[in-house]
């Protein structure tokens, strides 16, 4: 199966994703030239996609420094960590930075990579399907604090991203359904064709099909890759908030769990998604059908739909999360910003919800 170009036109930041079968054997051959030509390659990694970290760097001849695996590892003490051991190595300016992991491997490394000389190139080679499919595109990097998850971080966009759908063969099957629900958010937010082709592919996509799963990942590349070139920044009132369905809810799930592990992010997202179209039919906004088709789908794959289906500390209420959910950094001095839904594909960024409705969808999903 031949390799697909998603490009992000974005000026003197555009870039290339090549997504496919091999991607990462070409690596070196589809970077752009002044970056290929560089003469120090840095290659962060963590211990579980340690042995394509060691692929990459054997590639580029560069340096390697494999991290612990877990959204823990998204603190300032690694982000230190990482910056000491890029001066101790001989970083500098034309230097390029290379992350091969999950998404959290990508949003360490880009910060330090936003950040270390006051910006160096990096290059995505995301080896989840949830990085794959959002944090490796974009250009987000960060890292969580004590109040919250990503409230530290810059804009920085990759030199290019390299999707190997080979990769996916060896990844626990929980993981590639946390994944899968990022590209079901992109048929929500935008998409009500494919939406339903994933309603009649989703399996196909989850048993590892080639050709069901590069489709897949593609789309909701170019999905993301269109709302970025149109809003690089999440400006007040720009389309890039829509990414950000379910994640409200999701965050605040993740916070609450301490970043544990417990639950992953794509099954956060997955209830945070129910949980928005459900205060969406609350407040007559959208239609019971609209709940009933989206829930369908998340249960066929097998994804939670309710607070209940995760393991939650049992202290947890509506109430906490919701004080949570105030702290995120997508709220404002009006209050929480929340993705809603007027319909499969028709999200829309809404304000001023009362807190009474909130409360209630929280209390019926706990």
Known sequence: MNN????????????????????????????????????????????NAEAYGVQVAGSCGGVIMTLPPGEATKSIAWFERVQDW???????????????????????????????????????????????????????????????????????Q??????????????????????????VKYGLLGDAEFFAWLEQNGVRVLTRDPEAITHAVETSCAHKAAIVAEDEHERAGGRRALLNFGHTFAHAIESACGYDGRVLHGEAVAVGMMLATELSARLSLCSHDTVTRTRAHLQTVE????????DLPLSLDEKSLLERMRGDKKANDQGIQFILTHGIGQAFVRGGVDDHDVLSVLNQSL
Request: proline share 5%; net charge negative.
């Open 158 to 183: 990759p030199a290019a991203v390299f999707c190997d759908t080979n990769v996916l063969d060896t990844l626990p099957a929980r993981e590639l359904r946390a994944g899968y629900a990022e590209i």
């Open 86 to 156: 890029l001066l101790e190595n001989g970083v500098n300016r034309g230097s390029v930075l290379i992350a091969v992991g999950g998404g959290v491997v990508g949003d360490l490394a880009g910060f330090c990579a936003a950040t270390i000389m006051r910006g160096i190139p990096f290059v995505q080679v995301p080896t989840t399907l949830l990085a794959q499919v959002d944090s490796s595109v974009g250009g987000k990097t960060g890292i969580n604090m004590h109040a919250g998850k990503n409230l530290v971080g810059a804009f920085h």
């Open 303 to 310: 994804l939670p739909v309710t607070l209940r289906d995760m």
């Open 4 to 47: 697909r170009v998603v490009h992000v036109p974005l000026g003197d930041r555009a870039y290339d994703i090549h997504v496919g079968q091999g991607a990462l054997n070409s690596i070196m051959d589809s970077l752009p030239p002044a970056i290929g030509a560089a003469k120090r390659f840095f290659i962060i990694t963590d211990e």
